[in-house]
C-alpha cells in the first residue's frame, strides 16, 4: 500500500469510528471515573475498550540508600518515550480480560561513555478483573474489584545487554522476570465525583541473569493508589493521584541484598475528555516529590502522558 | 565534580552488626560473609564517577601478607533496578597482594554497590561498597 493509500485508509477509518451508532453520554455515577486514569475500566455497557498512552518519563535523579534525594549531574541524561498499547474486553458479566503491551524508546547519556539510543518491545502485562460489587451497581454501596494478573519478560534486561555494545543501557525494556499480581479496588462514585482507593500485591518470580548464570529474585511489593476526580463540566473529569510502590530485597544467589529494598511514592493529576461517547482523550502529569526520605533506592522522575481510549458498545 | 558518598554496607547496621560480633567471638569463627581474608577497595578516579572507573583490590591474609595468585572478582550491582552493569571489569594481578578491575561501568546515576571477592580453595574475603554516583 502506498502512502497516500495508507492516509485515506486511515482517514476513512477516523470517520467510521467516529461515525459508530452510539448513544448519548450518561451522567450516571458509574460513568465519571472509568476513563479517568489511564487504562482505567470498562463502562458498563461497553463490550470492550482500547487505547493508546504515549509517555515522556524524564529521569532527574534518584534516592539513595539513605533516602536522600540526589539530582543527576549535567553530564547524564536519561529520557524515555514509552506508549502503551491496551485492550480491555467484557468476558462474561463483571469479568473484563486486560492486556497492555508497551513499546519502549530509551535515550541516555553517561558521562564519558556517550549517548545511545535503544528501546523495544516492554514487558508485557494481561489480566482479569472480576467486579464483585460493579461501581454504580448497588446505591449507596462502593464499588468493589478483584484481578490478577501476570507480567511476562519480553522486554530486554539489562543482563543481556552486556557485551552487545550498548554500554549506556538505552536498549533495556525489561527487568527480566515474571510478575504475578493479586489486587482490590474499592470505588466510591456519586455523580459528579468519584473517590478510587486500589492495591496490589505484586510476586517477581524467580529468574536466572544472563551475564552471571546466578539465581535473582526481586522483591514482593505491594502499590497503593489513591485517585480522587471530579467532573469539571459536562464530559470533562479532573483527578488528582497519590500513589506508593514499595518493594522488598532483592535476593541474590540465595542471599538477601541488604538495602535493596524500594520505596518510591508520587503524586499526579489527570485531565480525561469525553470528546464522543465512544472516544476520551487522555492527559496526565506524574511525579516523584523530590524531598529527603520521600523515596529510597529509586529514581526520581517526572512522567507525562497523552492518551487516546475507545470503548466500544452497541 | 559530581558528589559522591562512600560508605560501608557494614557500618550502617550497627545493632545487627554488633549482634553478629558478638555471636562471632562466642563461636570463635570467621565471618561466614566476609570470610578470612582480608579484602580492600580503592577506586581510580577516587570517588568513582559516571563511566567507566578502575577498582584496586588489595588482599591479605589475617596476619596481613599480601596474596598474589588468587582469583578476584569485582561485581558492580544497582540495588534500586536490581541490575548489574552493562560491561564486565577484567581483573589483572599487579603484584604485591594488588589487582585491578577495569572498567567498572557505573552507566545510571543512583546507589552502586561493588562486590570484591578473593578467593584461594576454601579461603575467601569479600568487601561490599556502596558509592553514589551523580
Redesign the interface.
Known amino acids: 500500500m502506498t502512502a497516500p493509500s495508507r492516509g485515506v485508509a486511515l482517514a476513512g477509518m477516523l470517520v467510521a469510528l467516529v461515525s459508530l451508532p452510539s448513544r448519548p453520554a450518561r451522567a450516571a455515577s458509574c460513568c465519571v471515573s472509568a476513563t479517568a486514569v489511564g487504562m482505567g475500566r470498562l463502562l458498563n455497557w461497553e463490550r470492550f475498550a482500547v487505547g493508546l498512552q504515549s509517555a515522556f518519563v524524564s529521569g532527574l535523579g534518584y534516592f539513595d540508600l539513605d533516602g536522600r534525594w540526589r539530582r543527576a549531574s549535567a553530564g547524564y541524561r536519561d529520557y524515555q518515550w514509552r506508549s502503551d498499547v491496551w485492550g480491555l474486553v467484557d468476558l462474561t458479566h463483571h469479568l473484563t480480560l486486560a492486556v497492555d503491551l508497551p513499546l519502549i524508546l530509551n535515550y541516555r547519556a553517561a558521562g564519558d561513555l556517550g549517548s545511545g539510543v535503544g528501546g523495544g518491545v516492554g514487558d508485557l502485562q494481561a489480566g482479569l478483573r472480576w467486579d464483585v460489587l460493579p461501581v454504580g451497581g448497588y446505591a449507596n454501596r462502593p464499588g468493589f474489584a478483584l484481578s490478577v494478573a501476570f507480567t511476562a519478560p519480553t522486554g530486554r534486561a539489562t543482563d543481556t545487554a552486556v557485551g552487545h555494545g550498548d554500554v549506556v543501557g538505552a536498549g533495556v525494556t525489561g527487568r527480566g522476570a515474571w510478575v504475578l499480581s493479586a489486587g482490590a479496588v474499592l470505588e466510591k462514585a456519586a455523580d459528579t465525583w468519584f473517590l478510587r482507593c486500589g492495591l496490589t500485591l505484586n510476586v517477581p518470580l524467580p529468574m536466572t541473569r544472563a551475564d552471571t548464570g546466578a539465581s535473582q529474585r526481586f522483591g514482593p511489593g505491594l502499590a497503593a493508589l489513591l485517585v480522587a476526580g471530579g467532573r469539571l463540566v459536562e464530559d470533562l473529569t479532573l483527578s488528582g493521584l497519590v500513589r506508593l510502590d514499595w518493594e522488598h530485597d532483592v535476593t541474590l544467589a540465595g542471599a538477601v541484598v541488604p538495602d535493596s529494598w524500594v520505596l518510591d511514592p508520587g503524586v499526579g493529576l489527570a485531565l480525561s475528555w469525553r470528546v464522543h461517547p465512544h472516544v476520551t482523550l487522555q492527559t496526565s502529569l506524574d511525579t516523584n516529590l523530590f524531598v529527603d526520605w520521600l523515596g529510597h533506592n529509586a529514581p526520581g522522575r517526572v512522567t507525562a502522558a497523552l492518551g487516546l481510549r475507545y470503548g466500544h458498545f452497541r | 565534580m559530581?558528589?559522591v558518598?562512600r560508605r560501608s554496607?557494614r557500618s550502617?547496621?550497627p545493632l545487627p552488626l554488633l549482634l553478629g560480633a558478638l555471636l562471632l567471638a562466642a563461636c570463635g569463627g570467621a565471618d561466614p560473609v566476609q570470610g578470612t581474608l582480608h579484602v580492600a577497595v580503592q577506586t581510580d578516579p577516587d570517588p568513582p564517577?559516571?563511566?567507566?572507573n578502575a577498582v584496586f583490590v588489595d588482599v591479605t591474609s589475617a596476619d596481613g601478607t599480601p596474596l598474589d595468585g588468587l582469583a578476584v572478582e569485582v561485581?558492580p550491582?544497582m540495588?534500586?533496578?536490581?541490575?548489574?552493569?552493562?560491561?564486565?571489569p577484567i581483573v589483572e594481578a599487579l603484584g604485591g597482594g594488588r589487582y585491578r578491575a577495569f572498567p567498572v561501568?557505573?552507566?545510571?546515576?543512583?546507589?552502586w554497590?561493588v562486590t570484591a571477592r578473593a578467593s584461594r580453595g576454601d579461603e575467601f574475603g569479600t568487601s561490599v561498597t556502596?558509592y553514589?554516583i551523580?
Open positions: 559530581p558528589a558518598s554496607l550502617s547496621r564517577v559516571l563511566g567507566r561485581t550491582w540495588p534500586a533496578h536490581g541490575h548489574g552493569s552493562t560491561e564486565q561501568t557505573f552507566f545510571m546515576v543512583g546507589d554497590q556502596t553514589s551523580q
